[in-house]
């Protein structure tokens, strides 16, 4: 079955960076797209990040860009978000998703993984 585990959470200052990454097993990695998604406390589920099958196309929410990055190591069966300049707002349980299909951001993601905390706090 699809599973998706992400690692690299934890608690940085404001104006620091982390890593988080989705590890994917049980389908071809490669044939799908993939995305972040973060939820703060009291708020609604947002969209991050997504990244097409192959990799060629990307799409950064306006919150967060110019300061996360995503990409992915099909190699690897890994997508990784590198969060930058991190700010007490990005503080939130952030998600790895799979839509049914390669390309995103229109897409029904479907799969969801249990999530990894992100404290941003001095």
């Known amino acids: 079955q699809v599973q998706l585990v992400e690692s690299g959470g934890g608690l940085v200052q404001p104006g620091g960076s982390l890593r988080l990454a989705c590890t994917a097993s049980g389908f071809t990695f490669d044939n799908y797209a993939i995305g972040w998604f973060r939820q703060a406390p009291g708020k609604e589920l947002e969209g991050v990040a997504c990244i097409s099958a192959s990799g060629g196309n990307t799409f950064v929410a306006a919150s967060v860009k110019g300061r996360f990055t995503i990409s992915r190591d099909n190699a690897k069966n890994t997508m990784y978000l590198q969060m930058n300049n991190l700010k007490p707002e990005d503080t939130g349980v952030y998600y790895c998703?799979?839509?049914?299909?390669?390309?995103?951001?229109?897409?029904?993601?479907?799969?969801w993984g249990q999530g990894t905390q992100v404290t941003v706090s001095s």
């Open positions: 998703a799979r839509p049914a299909g390669s390309t995103c951001p229109d897409a029904e993601f479907d799969s």
